[in-house]
């Protein structure tokens, strides 16, 4: 079994930061990409940073500069540091993974989401 928890969402005013982490646990060899995704009401779920086992990442345009993703492949870790928070990145955000497991099934996986919540 492999699961991914997150932590770290909440409710925060509008230029405020917040830290999210999602912890991956289970049968696993190795993690490839890892990422965060954001879902709001009524819109589509969108991609909003990803990083690679070697460390490259890439963002959403509208977080560029004010989010960052980080990893820890030692504790299967990643990050999502969340700074000038804007009303509109409320949404529940979602961890992803690549994983490798033991078993050698390769497969992709989701966290149960972290509700987080600007005010302006």
């Known amino acids: 079994q492999v699961q991914l928890v997150e932590s770290g969402g909440g409710l925060v005013q509008a230029g405020g930061s917040l830290r999210l982490s999602c912890a991956a646990s289970?049968?696993?060899?190795?993690?490839?990409?890892m990422g965060w995704y954001r879902q709001a009401p009524g819109k589509q779920r969108e991609l909003v940073a990803a990083i690679t086992s070697g460390g490259s990442t890439n963002y959403v345009d509208s977080v560029k500069g004010r989010f960052t993703i980080s990893r820890d492949n030692a504790k299967n870790t990643v990050n999502l540091q969340m700074d000038s928070l804007k009303p509109e990145d409320t949404a529940v955000y979602y961890c992803?993974?690549?994983?490798?497991?033991?078993?050698?099934?390769?497969?992709?996986?989701w966290g149960q989401g972290t509700q987080v919540t600007v005010s302006s």
């Open positions: 992803n993974a690549d994983i490798l497991r033991y078993s050698g099934i390769y497969s992709n996986y």
């Open positions: 289970g049968s696993i060899f190795s993690i490839n990409a």
